[in-house]
């Protein structure tokens, strides 16, 4: 049963609270490896589920458009302390609904339409926002893409550079939706430097590690940084832009009024919740282990005969291409989810098929090590892709290890359920 139990949505409204029970089941029953998913804790719950969606709050605190403020204020300033202590910045907008919206908020603080953003080119693992041409930043703004080496699958520096100092785009962002591999935020800085470029670290997947000390933090190097909170940080759905002292009012200011109406406080009541257990020793241990269950993961996945770009990884994300096994990614993912492994087909770099159906899966270890699993299941993990990959098409075979999976899922808590 979902945990806080929901006995009056079930009695106001049983059709909801069925599907609510229902993704709850299917959430504990899961391998869950969706690299940009988690499982909040009950306390995260909770915060999101209380009266604080209730109210309006435009502005900023001590400067806002509606009375009432009282405990609004204190909450949004309590998210706002404890996202500096954690992550040791001078300022810290809480605001932003979710990635995109936090992204957009650094277009328009620092670029006007038609200018330059450099960022990570979306099939090589960059994200729609960084000026992908589908996106509101690559239909507005003029954009340069950097990618990987096909022969490492890493992000090549010199690439970045040339193209930098060929371009001189006003703003650069480094960070993306499918890099395995650590974020060189010192080269950036040292490029952006040299082409007077402003750098914005995105660490929306990678945020949790940066926070715990398991991935380099861009503080010091990248004077914006944009994360979502539900990611690796393990916070509700929503955002920040972290920024040093000179960066902070235009910040503020583009993402109120430049954007946004009233923030979500439901949500930033639940965000200094998940910050405030990310300052912990608990938090430390935790992203420590969904890297070293990544690197287990993706070392039984490459003894199975799997190719990983870039050949393994650094952090909580692993990109399988499967040219070599013969199945695209899309109906490997169906079939994976049958077997109930959940992840996403994914774009590889250099791919050679098309978006909606590429040569690869992603896959990320922030949702099960949340679940307590550890090195030792792994080698397990890795076995029940190997087969399902093999048993793509025979659903007997999926749903006898779908079976074994949720035996296993079983013996493992998930917050949220009871
Ligand atoms: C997830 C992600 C975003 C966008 O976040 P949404 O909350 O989905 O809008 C932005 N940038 C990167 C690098 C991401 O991984």
Request: net charge negative.
């Amino acid at each position: 049963m979902h945990e806080p139990a929901i006995p009056t949505l079930t009695a106001a409204d049983p059709q909801v609270a069925e599907l609510v029970q229902a993704e709850a089941r299917r959430q504990f029953d899961k391998v869950r490896l969706i690299a940009s998913e988690n499982y909040v804790s009950t306390a995260v719950l909770e915060a999101t589920g209380s009266v604080l969606t209730n109210k309006y709050s435009e502005g900023y605190a001590g400067r806002r458009y509606y009375e009432g403020q009282q405990v609004i204020d204190q909450v949004e300033l309590l998210a706002v302390a404890r996202a500096k202590e954690l992550f040791g910045v001078d300022h810290a907008n809480v605001q932003p609904y979710s990635g995109s919206p936090a992204n957009l908020a650094v277009y328009l603080a620092f670029l006007e339409p038609g200018e330059k953003v450099m960022g990570m080119a979306l099939p090589m693992g960059g994200h729609l926002t960084h000026g992908w041409n589908v996106s509101a930043t690559g239909k507005w703004f003029q954009s340069v893409r950097y990618g990987v080496r096909r022969e490492t699958g890493r992000v090549d520096m010199d690439e970045v550079r040339d193209l930098a100092l060929a371009e001189r785009p006003k703003v650069i962002f480094c960070g993306g939706t499918a890099i395995p591999r650590t974020i060189d935020f010192p080269a950036f800085a040292a490029i952006a430097e040299e082409v007077g470029a402003v750098l914005v670290a995105d660490i929306a997947h990678i945020a949790g590690l940066v926070a715990g000390g398991a991935h380099p933090s861009p503080v010091g190097h990248a004077p914006v940084i944009t994360t979502t909170t539900h990611k690796t940080l393990r916070g509700p759905r929503g955002a920040m832009v972290l920024t040093d002292a000179e960066h902070a009012k235009a910040i503020d200011k583009a993402v109120f009024p430049g954007l946004q109406g009233g923030p979500h406080n439901h949500t930033t009541a639940a965000i200094a919740v998940a910050l405030g257990e990310a300052l912990t020793p608990d938090f430390r241990t935790y992203a420590h282990a969904i890297v070293a269950n990544a690197q287990a993961l993706a070392a039984a996945l490459v003894e199975r005969g799997f190719d990983l770009v870039s050949g393994g990884t650094d952090n909580h994300l692993i990109l399988i291409d499967l040219t070599s096994k013969e199945l695209g990614g899309k109906p490997a993912a169906q079939a994976l989810d049958r077997a109930g492994v959940e992840l996403n087909y994914n774009a590889v770099p250099f791919d050679s098929r098309k978006p909606f159906d590429p040569s690869g899966i992603r896959l990320g270890t922030a949702a099960i090590t949340t679940r307590g699993l550890g090195v030792e299941q792994m080698p397990q993990v890795a076995a029940w892709i190997d087969r399902a990959v093999a048993a793509a098409g025979d659903d007997a075979e999926l749903d006898r290890i779908g079976r074994e999976v949720a035996e296993l899922m079983a013996a493992y808590p998930m917050p949220g359920w009871a």
